[in-house]
């Protein structure tokens, strides 16, 4: 059973979202299948000409939250109004060394 998000991290969700969609992003919570052998995750793709992020509805807040910051950390958000908090995170996350693809 999944807990209730606290009001900050549902503000940073919104947020997010919201910005995504200001930089041409489609955004989309859906439900992620797991089968063997593989395992979805939450992130950014492009489907034909569209940029779309997909987050798995079933993540935590925080979850989520960590998925749009690693779509949106890449972007010129520049134009984009985001909180003080947030620009924070973005730029924290921008430090970090980056994950390499499974191989």
């Excluded at 209730?4 to 910005?19: G, T």
């Excluded at 989309?28 to 798995?56: F, K, N, Q």
Aim: charged letters at 30%.
């Amino acid at each position: 059973m999944r807990h209730k998000p606290n009001a900050a991290i549902e503000a940073m969700l919104e947020e997010l979202k919201s910005a995504a969609r200001t930089l041409g992003f489609e955004v989309r919570e859906e439900e992620l299948l797991r089968e063997v052998g593989y395992r979805a995750r939450s992130g950014a793709c492009r489907v034909g000409a569209t940029r779309v992020i997909l987050l798995d509805r079933h993540a935590g807040a925080d979850d989520r939250v960590e998925a749009l910051c690693a779509a949106l950390a890449g972007q010129d958000l520049e134009r984009v109004f985001l909180s003080p908090a947030l620009r924070v995170r973005l730029a924290s996350r921008a430090l970090r060394p980056t994950e390499s693809p499974a191989g």
